[in-house]
C-alpha cells in the first residue's frame, strides 16, 4: 500500500483497471491513467477526480504532480508501451493489476471466484445478495453491475468480494478465505500452452486458500470437480454445488424450471450453518432460488453465490432475496431493443462452452420465434484451438452469422478467420453467414428475421456495439 499514494494506470479505461481506479479515488487517493479512446468509463473516472489522457505518451507519467509512486499495468499491456518503458527508466515501481488489487484487500475477509466460465455473473449475484443483507461489502469485478453501473466499490464492511483471472495466473496473488470455482475448462492456451499447464495454475490457487478457508466448486464440471478431490487430500474443507453435489455443506440442485425471464431453482442445501459442527445445526432443507437470468448455469451461479454468503456471515433468506433482485450485468443477455416484433440481446460469451450454455438459455424465450446469433471470435489462438468445438455450439442457433477475429492483445494469424468457424457451424449453407465487413452486419441481421424472432450479438470484442445498430435498422426496415 505504501506505493499506491499516486497511482498512473495504463489502460485505465478497461473493466479491471478502472475498477482499480475507482476505489482507489474513493479512499482518496491521486490517480491518473491513459487509454487508446475516450469512453463513458474514462468520463466516469475524470469526474470521479482521475486525471486520463488520451493515447500513450511518456509524458502522461506528469499528469501528477511529483509523479507517480506506481504505475499499474494490466498482461494486456506490451513491455514497449512508452508509459511502461518511461516508468522503468525512472525507477517507478511497476505493478500488475492484481498485485495493486490484493493491496486494496489488505485487512479485509477476500471472496474470489474464480472459473473458466461464470466469475463475472458470479462475483455479482454474491455482491447484489451481500448488499441486500446490508454488508456494503467492498468489489472489483469484471463486468458493470445493472443495479449501480459500477464495476467496483469501496465499502464499509470488512468484505471484498473479488473476481478472480486466472487467464494469466494472477489470481495467484490473492490470499481467499472464501475460494469459489465454477469451473475448470481449457482456455487461454496462448499464456498456459498446455492443457495441464492451465489445471495447474488452480492447484496453485488452492494452495492460497487461507488455513481456515473454504472451496466452494461445482462438482457437475469435471474440471472442478477433480479439484475437489485435490482439495480434500490437502485438509480443505470443501462445500460442493451443483446437480451432483451430496455431503456436508453442499447445496444440491433438484430441479429447475424457466421462470419469467429468469429461472426457479429447487435447491437442497445440507447444513447451511458453516460454523455448525458435525452432529449439530440444521440439516437438510429445501430452498427456492428465483433467478431473474435466464439458463440451469446461472442458477448455478446463483448456488455458489448463496453458499459464498453464508460462509461470509450473511443470513439466508436475506441471500436469497437478494439473489432474486439480482438485476443482471451489462452484456450477459443484456437487453437492447426491440424493433418491428424483433428483441436483441447482447452477450459476453467467448468460449465454446459458453455459447452453447447462453444459446440453450435464449431458446425458451425466441418461442415460436427463431433464435438467431451474431458471433465475433476472440483472439487468433482461441479460434484456431476451438474452430470446431464454437461451428458446433453456434449449431444450437436457427441462423448464424459469423464475424471476423476480434485480435485484441494478438497480431493476426496467417488463415485463422471467423470463416473457420462459419464452415464448421452443422446448419444448411443458407442458413450461415460468414461477413467480415462490420458495417453490413445490421442490414444483414434485418433481412434475415421477422416478428418473433430473438437475436443476440455474441462475443467479448467489439461486437457489443451491434446490438443498439440492429435496432436501430430493424426500425428503419418498419
Known amino acids: 500500500m505504501s506505493a499506491l499514494q499516486r497511482v498512473h494506470l495504463v489502460g485505465i479505461g478497461g473493466a479491471g483497471m478502472s475498477g482499480i481506479a475507482r476505489i482507489l479515488l474513493a479512499r482518496g487517493g491521486q490517480v491518473s491513467g491513459s487509454d487508446a479512446k475516450d469512453s463513458r468509463t474514462v468520463l466516469a473516472l475524470r469526474a470521479q477526480g482521475a486525471s486520463v489522457a488520451v493515447g500513450h505518451d511518456g509524458k502522461n507519467l506528469d499528469q501528477l504532480e511529483g509523479g507517480p509512486t506506481a504505475v499499474v499495468v494490466s498482461t494486456a499491456i506490451r513491455e514497449d508501451n512508452p508509459e511502461l518503458v518511461e516508468a522503468r527508466e525512472r525507477g517507478v515501481t511497476v505493478l500488475r493489476r492484481a498485485e495493486a488489487l490484493a493491496a486494496l484487500m489488505l485487512d479485509h475477509r477476500v471472496a474470489c471466484v474464480a472459473g473458466t466460465h461464470g466469475k463475472t455473473s458470479t462475483t455479482s449475484m454474491l455482491t447484489v445478495a451481500l448488499q441486500h443483507c446490508r454488508l456494503d461489502p467492498s468489489f472489483a469485478i469484471g463486468g458493470d453491475l445493472n443495479e449501480s453501473g459500477a464495476n467496483a466499490h469501496q465499502g464499509t464492511g470488512g468484505v471484498f468480494v473479488a473476481e478472480a483471472d486466472e487467464s494469466d495466473g494472477s489470481f495467484l496473488f490473492f490470499s481467499p478465505s472464501v475460494a469459489v470455482v465454477t469451473n475448470v475448462e481449457a482456455d487461454h492456451l496462448d499464456h498456459h500452452g498446455t492443457v495441464e499447464a492451465y489445471v495447474a495454475v488452480f492447484d496453485s490457487f ?38 451432483t453435489a451430496s455431503g456436508k455443506g453442499s447445496a444440491k440442485l433438484v430441479g429447475f424450471r424457466p421462470h419469467g425471464g429468469g429461472g426457479m431453482a429447487t435447491v437442497e442445501l445440507d447444513g447451511d450453518d458453516p460454523h455448525a459442527g458435525s452432529d449439530e445445526g ?10 431473474a437470468v435466464p439458463g440451469e448455469h446461472m442458477a448455478a451461479n446463483a448456488l455458489a453465490a448463496l453458499l459464498a454468503g453464508l460462509e461470509l456471515g450473511a443470513e439466508r433468506d436475506g441471500l436469497l432475496e437478494g439473489l432474486a433482485a439480482f438485476g443482471g450485468v451489462r452484456r450477459r443477455f443484456e437487453f437492447k431493443g426491440r424493433e418491428a416484433g424483433v428483441r436483441v440481446y447482447d452477450d459476453y460469451a467467448h468460449h465454446p462452452t459458453e455459447v452453447a450454455a447462453q444459446l440453450a438459455a435464449a431458446r425458451p424465450i425466441a418461442g415460436d420465434g427463431k433464435l438467431v446469433v451474431v458471433f465475433q471470435p476472440h483472439l487468433y489462438s482461441r479460434t484456431r484451438t476451438f474452430a470446431v468445438e464454437f461451428g458446433t455450439a453456434l449449431g444450437l442457433a436457427d441462423e448464424v452469422v459469423v464475424l471476423d477475429v476480434y485480435g ?68 428503419q426496415k418498419a
Not at 488452492?206 to 485435490?230: K, T, Y
Not at 440444521?282 to 433467478?291: A, I, L, N
Open 408 to 475: 485484441a492483445r494478438e497480431d493476426p494469424e496467417p488463415g485463422v478467420t471467423g470463416g473457420l468457424v462459419a464452415e464448421a457451424v452443422p446448419l444448411p449453407p443458407g442458413q450461415v453467414h460468414y461477413e467480415p465487413s462490420f458495417d453490413r452486419v445490421p442490414a444483414l441481421v434485418a433481412g434475415i428475421v421477422g416478428e418473433g424472432d430473438l437475436v443476440v450479438t455474441m462475443g467479448a470484442g467489439d461486437v457489443t456495439m451491434l446490438g443498439p445498430e440492429i435496432v436501430s435498422e430493424l426500425g
Open 282 to 291: 440444521s440439516g437438510p432443507v429445501t430452498v427456492e432460488v428465483q433467478v
Open 206 to 243: 488452492l494452495e492460497r486458500i487461507e488455513p481456515d478457508g473454504v472451496l466452494i466448486a461445482c462438482v457437475d464440471d469435471p474440471g472442478a470437480a477433480a479439484l475437489v478431490e485435490r482439495a480434500g487430500k490437502l485438509g480443505i474443507r470443501v462445500r460442493p454445488y451443483g446437480r
